[in-house]
């Protein structure tokens, strides 16, 4: 890839409304990418390649459970810093943002909120180091937008529970020392489990021939008779809204997570417009080429504000999921619609690894699938507008 000289697009002075706190850290972040990332992403890419060592680049920086409260080794900041640090990140590689959105709000968020004391001071502290790497398991073969008939099950066997089933499309899977997985007990209630690497029975085949996020890690989590101890039950949560309050976490860290990766295509292509000439003159001379980038810029800072808002109702712990789901469907799909416009400012050369903007283009469309797909978000606003599930 060529030299990274990333130029943020702040169209509507933003800046304005974050705290110095809050530029501090991302700014740092967004020097990490710029030094740790940038210079490896694309031949990670390449290679299909997750770089192991930035989880504890990452750890260091605090982008595991930036919310969660210092004592349990979160960096204990507002929502506003950590979708600021998911935006960092994504601008660096949507695989870069998956790991820290499933480590924190997928890993961390359930065992802060649903474990016990004695789980939250033996888990969080090395997750939200680096030294630890979580997954989170809920999607199956056959129960993908619909968690909530997931066949994998936990059975009561007096000194411990036997977990049998499988995971799947699960991020960073082939590498994580411990899994929260959701499961059916005998009452056919969904209880969430830590799984832990090396336990009898427990296996993580590597999904390979992904076309989209290659610089992540996907796999499978497969249970056969595993011995689950008893004291690894999440004692306080019961039923789907366990997995999917995890959910509300991780799709809020999307909502702004794409927004870098917009930012990313569209400052590249302002300057590829400037640079390159045909017909004698720049093409950003040409109107049509002006068009597309007024627009990216438009619905770049319309997803700024929606993120900035979202933040502050979310801060004020207002924000619905409902709320959360229309920025996470907006964004991403404004997001894949600028990496397909700066791909054709480009021409050929927006094909090539010379230029983040295919990598983008190709990383969204996990990401506007994952965390409920495009259109099961529509359904959540649909549901929530009219009070009528259209899910069956
Ligand atoms: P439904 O009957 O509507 O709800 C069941 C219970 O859950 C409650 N609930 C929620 N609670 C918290 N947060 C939410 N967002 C919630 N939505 C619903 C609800 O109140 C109810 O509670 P209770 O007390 O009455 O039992 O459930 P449903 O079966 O009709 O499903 C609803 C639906 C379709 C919206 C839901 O299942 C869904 O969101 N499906 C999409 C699945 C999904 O997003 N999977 C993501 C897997 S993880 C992943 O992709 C990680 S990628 C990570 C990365 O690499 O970054
Ligand atoms: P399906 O549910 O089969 O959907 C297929 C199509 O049908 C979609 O277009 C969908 O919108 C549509 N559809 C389904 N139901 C309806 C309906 N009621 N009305 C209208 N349309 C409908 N999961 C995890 O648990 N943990 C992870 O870490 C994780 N990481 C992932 C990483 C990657 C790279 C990918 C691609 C996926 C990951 N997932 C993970 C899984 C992801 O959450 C699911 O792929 C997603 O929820 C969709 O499920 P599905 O692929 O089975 O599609």
New binding site residues.
Partial sequence: MSADNYNAPDYYLLDELLTDEHKLIRDSLRAIVKKEISPIIEECCQKAVFPKHIIKILGNAGAFGPTIPSEYGGAGLDYISYGLMMQELERGDSGIR?TAS?QGS?VMYPIYAFGSEEQRRKYLPPLAAGDKTG?????EPD????PGGMVTRLKDSGSHYLLNGA???????PFADVAVVWAKDEQDVIRGVIVERGMKGFTTPETHN?W??RA?A?GELVFDNVKIPKENILPGVKGLKGPLACLNMARYGIAWGVVGAAMDCYDSALRYAKERKQFGKPIASFQLVQKKLAEMITEITKAQLLCWRLGTLQNEKRATPAQISMAKRNNVNMAIQIAREARQIHGAMGITGEFPIMRHAMNLE?VI????????HL?ITGQDITGIS???
Avoid at 167 to 173: D, G, R
Avoid at 369 to 376: F, P
């Fill in positions: 998956s499933v997928l997954c989170f398991g809920l999607t129960y993908g937008s619909d995971k799947m499309w699960i991020s960073n899977a992904k989209s996020l992540s996907t996990s699938t994952y965390e409920g797909t495009h259109d099961i359904l259209a899910f069956q």
